[in-house]
């Protein structure tokens, strides 16, 4: 990679285009972002791409926005952090603010839910090209084998944030179990990067305070929610719900939570439709409070740990856990891939003839996604055209 890859601006621009047309939710996107950054400009390798994504999994936060904002950190420190996650996450704040702000029935047009229709079969394909990826990377003995199978069908039959972080930890015994006497001693504890720490714990103590204003009350809500929360941008809803949906209505709360589906990149961005709403007679301030609290914690927390993950997982006998881990993700992305991106996007066999030629263009002909995205969405609207 060019040294330019590296600048902030650069790394902004690539997050950004991936915000405009990363849709199906965080298995989506952790598949996006290994298309582009481990397959196509080798940032990194799968092996570290892995670490990445197990950090992530036990984080409260947006798993997904964790991802890319430490791959931005990984490439070029705090500014391509932060490039990264203003790139990933402007799109959606932006369309979830407008549609807060005004009211367009155009949306509403079957041509764009035929775009949108278009846009979640490249996911469904995106998603199935990551599992058969990082099955051949993480998947390479009986053993691995067994915890991502077995992790897909235990998530199939029991979904859930509970089940998800169960099989994590317990393919994380299980791979850590292997290493035996290989790690050699004890394994030293995770260094923490102190001043992020402080940060987090004075962001903490802030949102715990007597409510001192809207502009606070709705920092404190969003703050708590996104330090509470593990699995994503579903899992937060029932959080969000509860401490702010009464002070909307259930209607709009809801009218919200579906815009926040139907729009690409993170669901986590569903705090800028809320916050607007708090706050209708300075709606953008109230979104940019909502959406920087609720995804705060998680990143702060992706800051203070980066360092000491990275070291410790370097470690045979933690590496043997992460192996173990990344073997679940598989499972779990493999589970997600039929729940909810495939059941939502493929709705009969013209839609999953289009899948299996996406797959074929993007893994057997190494087509770019950029180039596969307008024929998958020019198929749709040309389907729903006639």
């Known amino acids: 990679m060019t040294e330019t890859a590296s600048h902030p601006w650069s790394i902004f621009l690539r997050f950004l285009l991936l915000g405009c047309v990363s849709f199906g939710g965080p298995a989506a996107h952790i598949g996006y972002f290994r298309e582009r950054f481990v397959e196509r400009e080798k940032w990194l390798d799968d092996a ?26 990984r490439r070029a420190g705090i500014a391509g952090a932060l490039a990264a996650f203003l790139g990933f996450t402007l799109p959606s704040f932006v369309l979830l603010f407008v549609l807060a702000a005004i009211d367009s029935p155009g949306l509403d047009h079957p041509a764009v839910g035929a775009v949108v229709g278009g846009l979640k079969l490249l996911a469904v394909v995106v998603v199935a090209d990551a599992v058969w990826g990082m099955a051949g990377s993480f998947c390479r003995s009986r053993l691995h084998w067994g915890l991502a199978c077995g992790s897909a069908a235990l998530l199939l039959v029991a979904p859930g944030l509970g089940m998800q972080l169960a099989v994590l930890a317990g393919s994380g015994l299980v791979g850590a179990a292997t290493a035996g006497t290989a790690g050699g001693g004890a394994v030293a504890p995770i260094r923490i990067n102190g001043r992020i720490a402080g940060l987090f714990v004075v962001a903490a103590i802030v949102a715990a305070l007597p409510a001192g204003g809207m502009i606070h009350a709705i920092y404190s809500a969003f703050f708590r929610a996104g330090a509470l929360v593990f699995g994503g ?48 007679q ?12 609720l995804f705060l914690p998680g990143l702060l927390l992706v800051l203070a740990l980066y360092d000491g993950w990275e070291a410790l997982a370097a470690r045979p006998g933690v590496a043997a856990l992460v192996a173990g881990i990344n073997a679940a993700v598989v499972g779990l992305l493999l589970a997600a891939l039929f729940s909810p991106v495939f059941v939502a996007a493929v709705h009969g066999a013209p839609d999953m003839a289009w899948v299996v030629l996406g797959l074929f263009a993007l893994r057997g002909l190494r087509w770019h996604v950029g180039v596969l995205m307008p024929l998958m969405v020019g198929a749709a609207v040309l389907r729903w055209w006639w």
């Open 282 to 293: 300075l709606p953008l301030l109230g979104a940019l409070v909502a959406t920087l609290a």
């Open 48 to 73: 570290a791409y892995g670490r990445l994504v197990a950090l992530s999994q036990f984080l409260p936060g947006p798993g997904s926005s964790q991802v890319g904002f430490a791959l931005g950190y």
């Open 233 to 280: 941008g579903h899992v937060v809803l029932p959080l969000l719900q509860e401490t702010v949906g009464g002070a909307i209505g259930t209607d709009r709360f809801l009218t919200g939570y579906a815009a926040a589906q139907a729009v690409p990149g993170p669901m986590f961005t569903l705090a800028a439709f809320l916050g607007a709403d708090l706050m209708p």
